[in-house]
């Protein structure tokens, strides 16, 4: 089979580097036609500037870079510094980038795809909020059913939230957009907190990341040094979980995950709610079910997956 046509979109931060550097080390899997980058983690600079770095340490600096929104519509942008530190990559010290980002917008670059590819050709990986995904859908309804899956990480059921309560942060962070693609019709599967949390860099797991003995290994092994600090000390958890990676590695290996077919709305209005996704997970309401919510993962060989790739780089 020819490799799946995707497009990522990202806010990195440390755990969308790893999702990324995941994808181009799969060429025979994934064709990445493009990257686009969205407000998230850190303002829309820094991911542009991220994006590029994790490229070029990847080895591929002909991979073409968008810049999208740079905040949510409507509200105030929220951005996680305190878990990803003030550039977004902290830990790893990586050149600056010399790759040029493309002059087209991202959510110009989203259209213009969809519509070329052939219909259900193409895959969308948001790994961050939803703002350019749910901005193309708005601009360009037409789009939707060329869709062939929308594969993102975000939300939660049994996990709660990890910005509030009640929501995860890519959702919070621009939920009416979560909202527009959740009602799309477009086909989703959903990564949340649910399986990222079962996903644990692990001392082991990080010194097998350390051990592939390449600059990619060891940038990814500081990068999880530092992002682990905030999960272990928030969560008392024994290594922090990769969230962004199981978006990539279930394009790779879907097996290694199970889930449910399921309604899931997403609550724009409540103060205290804002940003949940409210998975029917029980089905016990008579709504369409309109994405697959997934609830497991295989984490053993999730990470050898992981580190198999990564050593290719």
């Known amino acids: 089979m020819p490799p799946r046509k995707i497009i990522i979109d990202t806010d990195p931060g440390q755990d969308d580097a790893v999702a990324i550097l995941l994808a181009l080390a ?32 990847a080895g591929k600096p002909d991979t073409r870079i968008f810049a999208g929104c740079d905040r949510p519509s409507g509200r105030d942008l929220v951005t996680a510094e305190h878990v990803h530190g003030k550039t977004g990559l902290d830990g790893p010290v990586l050149p600056d980038p010399t790759m040029l980002l493309q002059d087209q917008h991202a959510v110009d670059f989203i259209i213009e795809t969809l519509r070329a590819q052939p219909e259900k050709s193409v895959t969308l990986c948001p790994l961050g909020p939803l703002t350019n995904i749910a901005t193309a859908l708005q601009r360009a309804p037409d789009i939707a059913p060329r869709i062939a899956e929308i594969v993102l990480m975000g939300g939660a059921y049994f996990e709660v939230g990890n910005i509030t309560p009640t929501a995860e942060f890519n ?42 003995g390449t600059r990619v290994g060891t940038a990814v092994a500081q ?18 979980p990769l969230h962004d990676p199981c978006v ?15 309604n ?12 949940m996704t409210v998975a029917d997970w029980w ?31």
């Open 223 to 240: 990068m999880t040094d530092f992002f682990e600090r905030f999960d272990i000390q928030k969560y008392g958890s024994e290594g922090a």
């Open 26 to 57: 799969s060429p025979e899997d994934l064709e990445v036609l493009g990257i686009t980058c969205v407000a998230g983690n850190v303002p829309l600079p820094l991911t542009t500037r991220n994006a590029r770095i994790v490229c070029e340490l």
């Open 283 to 313: 089905r016990v309401t008579d709504r369409e079910a309109n994405a697959l919510f997934l609830g497991d993962i295989d984490a053993e060989h999730f990470f050898k997956l992981l580190t198999e790739r990564l050593a290719r780089l």
């Open 171 to 212: 959702i919070y962070v621009d939920p009416e957009a979560a909202k527009i693609v959740f009602d799309c019709g477009a086909p989703i599967v959903v990564l949340p907190l649910d399986v990222t949390h079962k996903a644990l860099v692990t001392p082991s797991r990080n010194q097998a990341f350390r051990d592939i």
């Open 264 to 275: 899931v709305e997403i609550e724009t209005d409540s103060a205290l709610c804002r940003g």
């Open 248 to 262: 990539t590695a279930y394009l790779l290996a879907p097996h290694l995950f199970s889930g449910r077919h399921i």
